[in-house]
């Protein structure tokens, strides 16, 4: 591996966990590295890049335009922003003051979540006001109706597996009742592996991530109707403006797409489905570990009394190592992690089973209890910057 790790003083990764951006989301593809090579010894027009980013936005993912923000984060609160203000300048320049303009953005309770941030907060920084319909766990679309107003500016879908999966309220009805309306639906679509149904299923901008989906570097992908992505690049001149994306991450959109489009989805599926066997085989070997598919993922169940480790205790050890093995450790309360093999190399996988098996074997790791997850991230950011 290379030895920019050690000019670094940093550990080694081993992603099972996904592609979360406090490991470094995905591994950014060959393509993606040469174009920006490429690319960023010149300057260029920034408002021509973009336009060609539009172009294979729309072609590849069957948008009527899109273009590339900073993030997906700052891609909601640019979408939103861009619902406030259209394509009128001095409405761009007075946010986050709304005075006179519709403010509000409904979503369901359910769809409230964090993946290091809480998503309403999104909203807000835009200086619009989140409307919560229903319950946590239950939501239907008379509601929606009925928390539609004069001052409805836009509706937030969000599609992650942190949201309620039941009970809620589908995205065709959904944006069905706002059309009705006439206000448009925003979809956070930051981890989904294709986005192209959400845009098909009426999404007026669905919001993807470059760096996780495509493999690129960080940055927003915007895909949506025409209007609405004109009146998004007006927020570079406004709230837009601290998010704006460099050169880099526009190339690297475009070339992650590209390459994105090229992939063969079969012969992927065939190669994780193959990766699922193996670990799957070498995992349901070891006493207290009951492993079963679950979509491109293993969802291993850890029996602490078999096991003789918990399954914060695997996790953990699995952690503390380097390199440092991510599982997905969220429901590590309830005796679940998640290994994630969508992205990973067949090497991968087996360092990861090796780690497992080293562990379960020698007792390395104890019956840790899972710590409160809001309460383990501030003791995190309170060690922080660790060599001090």
Same mark, same amino acid.
């Given at each position: ?294 979509? *491109?993922? $293993?969802?291993? @169940?850890?029996? &602490?009394?078999? /096991?003789?480790?918990? =399954?914060?205790? %695997? #996790? ?33 996988? *087996?360092? $990861?089973?090796? @780690?497992?098996? &080293?562990?379960? /074997?020698?007792?390395? =790791?104890?019956? %840790? #209890? ?19």
């Amino acid at each position: 591996m290379s030895a920019i790790f050690e000019q670094l003083n940093i550990r080694r990764v081993v992603n099972a966990s996904g592609t979360e951006t406090p490991y470094g989301a995905a591994p950014v593809r060959s393509e993606v590295i040469r174009a920006i090579s490429d690319l960023v010894p010149y300057s260029v027009i920034m408002a021509e890049l973009q336009a060609t980013a539009s172009q294979v936005i729309s072609r590849i993912l069957g948008s009527e335009a899109g273009c590339v923000t900073g993030c997906s984060a700052a891609g909601i609160t640019v979408a939103v922003a861009a619902c406030m203000t259209g394509r009128d300048l001095g409405k761009v320049e007075q946010l986050p003051d709304t005075t006179g303009m519709k403010c509000e953005v409904v979503m369901q309770r359910g769809h409230e979540m964090t993946y290091g941030q809480n998503v309403s907060q999104n909203v807000r920084i835009a200086g619009a006001k989140v409307v919560e319909i229903g319950a946590a766990t239950q939501c239907g679309a008379y509601q929606l109706r009925h928390a539609i107003t004069e001052n409805t500016v836009a509706a937030l879908y969000v599609v992650s597996p942190l949201t309620v999966q039941q009970r809620l309220i589908d995205l065709p009805t959904f944006c069905a009742v706002c059309h009705e309306h006439g206000v448009p639906v925003l979809v956070d679509a930051a981890s989904v592996q294709d986005p192209r149904p959400l845009i098909a299923a009426g999404a007026d901008i669905v919001i993807c991530s470059a760096q996780k989906t495509f493999s690129s570097i960080t940055g927003g992908i915007l895909a949506g109707r025409l209007d609405l992505i004109q009146a998004c690049m007006y927020q570079e001149h406004g709230i837009g403006r601290p998010m704006k994306v460099g050169k880099e991450g526009v190339v690297g959109a475009i070339a992650a797409l590209e390459a994105w489009s090229r992939d063969d989805p079969a012969a992927h599926r065939s190669a994780v489905t193959a990766r699922l066997n193996r670990v799957m085989d070498r995992l349901k070997a070891i006493p207290g570990l009951s492993p079963s598919v679950q979509k *491109d993922q $293993v969802l291993l @169940r850890v029996n &602490e009394s078999e /096991a003789g480790v918990s =399954a914060y205790g %695997l #996790a953990r050890s699995l952690f503390d190592h380097d390199p440092a093995v991510i599982v997905w450790s969220q429901f590590a309360s309830e005796g679940q992690l998640l290994i994630t093999l969508r992205k990973l190399s067949d090497d991968a996988a *087996d360092y $990861v089973c090796d @780690r497992i098996e &080293e562990i379960c /074997a020698t007792g390395e =790791a104890t019956k %840790l #209890a899972a710590p409160n997850i809001g309460d383990a991230i501030v003791a995190r950011l309170a060690e922080w910057p660790y060599f001090v």
